[in-house]
C-alpha cells in the first residue's frame, strides 16, 4: 500500500470503544458489526486517545431521525404564537392611538418597535425552516424552488403565507463561504444550480469543516468550491446535479479496512440490529426503556427469529406450573434446583435500548459499585451462594489432610484451587449474581461420596452449620461491609481437621466491550494436624461481548504459598489476546522451599483438560474437569431459613427471573435495596456502627470466622 493512502474509516457514530486490563496500549472500537484494534505508543497515549474518541461519540449520541410530522408540528406550533404575539402588538398599538400623555406614548412606541422586529425575524426564521424542510425532504427526490411572490393571495415557500415574508428582504437560496473562509473582508455570494439564487452566510455558519488530510496544510492552497462542499451536508449534494461539485472527501456508509482479508478486525458480529447503537431512533429507546410491560429473557425461539413477547409466552407458562406446588403455592425451593437451572443464553441484543442506556452513563475506566445493572443479566443465585458452589468437589479439599508428604498437599492444594473455578461458573455466559445486603448470610453443607446417613452422629453444635456431623463439609458466608463490598466465608470438615476462611473485596470496572471485576483479598487453607497455612489469592474476572452474548474470562496471576514448609506456586490465568489465541488457558508452576526452578509446570485450560510436566521430564494429566463429578450442596428448605439468608432474601427475585418475570423480579429487587437504605439511614440517625454476627476484623486487614475449627479444638483439649 503507497504512503499516505487511507487504510480504512471507521465511524464513530453509535461506535464503543473497548480496552483490556492486561494491556496498557490496545484499543478496540466497535461499529457496523465490526471490531477494530488500534496500538497507542503507551498507556498514556491510549488514555488520550480513549477520552477524546468517548467524547466524540458522546456527542452524537443522542441523534436520532426527524420525520416530517414532527416538523410539521412544530412549524404549527410556532406559526400560533407568532399569531400571539401579531395580536399582542396590534392590541399595544391600539393602546398607544389612545393615550395623551407624552412619556407613555413613547414608551409604547419603544415596545412596539422591539416588538415588530421580533415579529420580522420570527417570519424569516419559519421561512428558513420551510426551506430547510424543503431541501431535506424535496418533492419526487428533486428541489423545488418556490416562487417569492409577494401577494396576499398566493402563497410561498410550501404553503408558509406570502405575509410571513419579512418586507424589505428578499429571502435568497444558495451557499456561501462563511468569512473564516474569505482572503477578503467582505462575503461573496456563490450561485448554485438553484437557478442563480443566494443565501445568507449565517445558513452554513454551523457546519464543520472536513478537509481531506492532502488540504488540511497550506490555507492558501485550498479552494472555494472545497471549502463550501466540505461545509454542506452529504444529502444537499444528492439533489443537486452539478457535474463540477463532486465530494473531495468521500464518506462510505460503513466502517472497513484495506486489511479486512486479514485479522484487523475479529469478525462480523452475529446482528446488525442497533443493540451496538446508541444513535438509534429516539422514540424506540424511550417506548423500549420506559416499557411498563414484563421484559421476557430472551429464549431460543427468540434468537431464530421470532419475537421474544411471543417466544416468552410459549416458554413462560410450562415453567411457571413447574415452580407450582398443588395448593397454588410457588415451590421456592425447586427454583434453586440444579437440574432446573435456567441455561439459555443471554442475547443483549434483545435487550440493546437498556444496554446502550447503561453504556451512555459510564465510561472507561469508571469504578461499577454504584451503578444500577439492568435485572436481565442477573443469574439466580447471591455472590454469597457462588463462593460455596467453588468447593463443588469437597472430596479433592479435604483430600489435602490425608496426604502424607509436604509436596503432595502441596500439589493436592493447587489441584483443588485449579478445578473448583470450573464448578464455581454454572454455564459459559456471563451472568451476573445477586449483590448481597448488608448482614446477609449463606450456610449449607455438602455430603461426601462415602457419607452414610447416620441418626445417633454427634452435631458439631458450636460449628458453622449446627445441623450437621463431623463428617460433612460446612460452609458459611456473610456480607460484612456494603462500601466497599466485601464478603467474608469459612468451610470446615470437623473429622479431618481441616478448613478455609477467605474474603473477598470485589470492584468492578468499566472496560468499553468488558466489565473486569477484581477480587481483592485473600484465603487460608489451614491443615490443622501439620499446623500448616496455605494462603491463596483470587484471579480477576471479566465480562466480555457485553453487546451481544457475554461470556466469562478470568485474568491475572495467583499465588500460593505455605510460610511454614517453604513451598509455593505461581499461576497465571490468561487473558485471550486481541489477535488469535485461546480462551480460559493457564499455566502453572509449584516450588519446593528455596528452589528457583519449579518441579512441576501446568498447562491447560481452568474449564477443561490440564497437563503436568514434572521436573524429570514425565507428562502426565492433572486434571480434566470434564470427568470430575460435580457434588451438589445441601441448602435446609427456605421456610425454615432465617430472615437474613440468602435464598430467603432473594426468593421474589429469583421467581421472578425463572418465570421470565423480569417485571416483578425488579420490582422485589428494588423493595430489597430500599429495605437496606432504610435501615442505614436509621443507624445513621441512631449513631449506631453495623455489627457483623459470623465474622470480625483480623490482625491483617482480613476478617475471620468468630469460632474457627483450630480455636475450638484448642478450647476441647483444654
Known amino acids: 500500500m503507497m504512503r499516505g493512502v487511507r487504510r480504512g474509516c471507521v465511524r464513530l457514530k453509535g461506535a464503543v470503544i473497548g480496552i483490556d486490563d492486561e494491556d496498557d496500549s490496545t484499543f ?10 488500534f496500538q497507542a505508543r503507551d498507556g498514556d497515549e491510549r488514555e488520550k486517545w480513549v477520552r477524546c474518541l468517548e467524547d466524540t461519540i458522546l456527542r452524537h449520541a443522542y441523534g436520532f431521525k426527524s420525520s416530517s410530522s414532527d416538523f410539521d408540528k412544530k412549524l404549527a406550533e410556532s406559526d400560533s404564537y407568532l399569531q400571539m404575539v401579531i395580536d399582542h402588538t396590534k392590541a399595544v398599538e391600539t393602546k398607544m392611538s389612545t393615550l395623551t400623555d407624552p412619556d407613555l406614548r413613547n414608551r409604547c412606541e419603544i415596545i412596539c418597535q422591539h416588538a415588530n422586529s421580533m415579529l420580522e425575524q420570527m417570519k424569516h426564521t419559519i421561512v428558513l425552516l420551510q426551506i430547510a424542510k424543503n431541501t431535506a425532504h424535496p418533492v419526487n427526490g428533486t428541489y423545488q424552488p418556490m ?53 445568507p452566510s449565517y445558513i452554513l455558519e454551523d457546519l464543520p469543516v472536513v478537509l481531506p488530510s492532502s488540504l488540511s496544510t497550506p490555507r492558501v492552497a485550498v479552494s472555494e468550491k472545497d471549502i463550501i462542499q466540505s461545509r454542506v451536508p452529504r444529502f444537499f449534494f444528492n439533489f443537486v446535479s452539478h457535474g463540477n461539485l463532486p465530494l473531495p472527501v468521500v464518506v462510505p456508509e460503513t466502517s472497513y479496512s484495506s486489511s479486512e482479508e486479514e485479522d484487523f478486525f475479529d469478525a462480523y458480529d452475529s446482528s446488525e440490529s442497533s443493540a451496538g447503537n446508541p444513535a438509534a431512533s429516539k422514540d424506540d429507546q424511550v417506548g423500549e426503556e420506559f416499557e411498563e410491560e414484563p421484559c421476557p429473557l430472551p429464549s431460543t425461539q427468540a434468537e431464530n427469529g421470532e419475537s421474544s413477547h411471543a417466544s416468552s409466552s410459549r416458554t413462560a407458562a410450562p415453567a411457571t406450573r413447574n415452580f407450582i406446588k398443588p395448593d397454588g403455592t410457588i415451590d421456592y425451593d425447586l427454583l434453586y434446583e440444579p437440574s432446573s437451572e435456567d441455561t439459555t443464553n443471554i442475547s443483549m441484543e434483545s435487550q440493546g435500548s437498556v444496554v446502550t442506556h447503561l453504556l451512555s452513563q459510564v465510561k472507561i475506566g469508571m469504578d461499577l459499585t454504584k451503578v444500577v445493572l439492568p435485572t436481565f443479566i442477573l443469574e439466580t443465585r447471591s455472590l454469597l451462594e457462588m463462593y460455596a458452589d467453588y468447593f463443588a468437589h469437597p472430596d479433592m479439599f479435604i483430600r489435602i489432610a490425608d496426604l502424607e508428604t509436604e509436596k503432595d498437599r502441596m500439589v493436592q492444594v493447587v489441584l483443588w484451587y485449579l478445578c473448583s ?29 462415602d457419607y452414610e446417613a447416620d441418626p445417633n452422629a454427634q452435631l458439631i453444635e458450636d460449628g458453622p452449620v449446627p445441623w450437621c456431623n463431623g463428617n460433612q463439609l460446612t460452609f458459611i458466608a456473610e456480607q460484612v461491609s456494603h462500601h466497599p463490598p466485601i464478603s467474608a466465608f469459612y468451610a470446615e470438615h470437623y473429622n479431618k481437621r481441616i478448613s478455609f476462611n477467605a474474603h473477598v473485596w470485589t470492584k468492578s470496572k468499566f472496560l468499553g466491550l468488558s466489565i473486569g471485576v477484581h477480587n481483592i483479598g485473600s484465603g487460608v487453607i489451614n491443615v490443622i494436624d501439620y499446623d500448616e497455612k496455605y494462603t491463596v489469592t483470587f484471579p480477576n474476572g471479566y465480562g466480555r461481548s457485553i453487546l451481544t452474548v457475554p461470556w466469562i474470562e478470568l ?62 521430564g514425565r507428562c502426565e494429566p492433572f486434571a480434566d474437569v470434564h470427568k470430575l463429578t460435580i457434588i451438589n450442596k445441601t441448602v435446609r428448605p427456605i421456610e425454615f431459613q432465617d430472615e437474613n439468608e440468602s435464598r430467603r432474601l432473594w426468593k421474589e427475585v429469583t421467581a421472578g427471573l425463572r418465570m421470565n418475570n423480569v417485571a416483578q423480579a425488579s420490582n422485589a429487587k428494588c423493595n430489597l435495596e430500599q429495605k437496606q437504605r432504610l435501615e442505614a439511614q436509621q443507624r445513621k440517625t441512631l449513631g449506631l456502627a453495623w455489627e457483623t454476627k459470623l465474622f470480625q476484623p483480623g490482625d491483617e486487614d482480613n476478617w475471620v470466622f468468630m469460632k474457627p475449627l483450630a480455636d475450638r479444638l484448642k478450647a476441647n483439649v483444654r
Open 147 to 199: 416562487p417569492l411572490t409577494d401577494s396576499d393571495n398566493t402563497k410561498s415557500i410550501d404553503g408558509v403565507p406570502s405575509a410571513y415574508i419579512p418586507y424589505n428582504n428578499s429571502v435568497e437560496v444558495g451557499i456561501e463561504i462563511g468569512s473564516e473562509c474569505e482572503d477578503t473582508q467582505h462575503s461573496r455570494m456563490l450561485p448554485t444550480a438553484f437557478g442563480g439564487a443566494k443565501t
Open 421 to 449: 473455578y470450573h464448578a464455581g461458573r454454572k454455564s459459559s455466559v456471563a451472568k451476573k449474581p445477586y449483590n448481597p445486603i448488608l448482614g446477609e448470610f449463606f450456610q449449607c453443607h455438602w455430603n461426601l461420596e
Open 555 to 616: 485474568g491475572g496471576v495467583v499465588n500460593i504459598a505455605c510460610e511454614k514448609t517453604g513451598y509455593k506456586a505461581v499461576v497465571e490465568f490468561i487473558t485471550k489476546p486481541f489477535y488469535g489465541g485461546k480462551k480460559h488457558r493457564i499455566t502453572g508452576e509449584i516450588f519446593a522451599p528455596n528452589e528457583k526452578k519449579p518441579f512441576v509446570t501446568i498447562t491447560g485450560e481452568w474449564n477443561g483438560v490440564m497437563e503436568a510436566k514434572w521436573s524429570d
Open 28 to 37: 478496540t472500537i466497535t461499529v457496523d458489526s465490526k471490531t477494530f484494534h
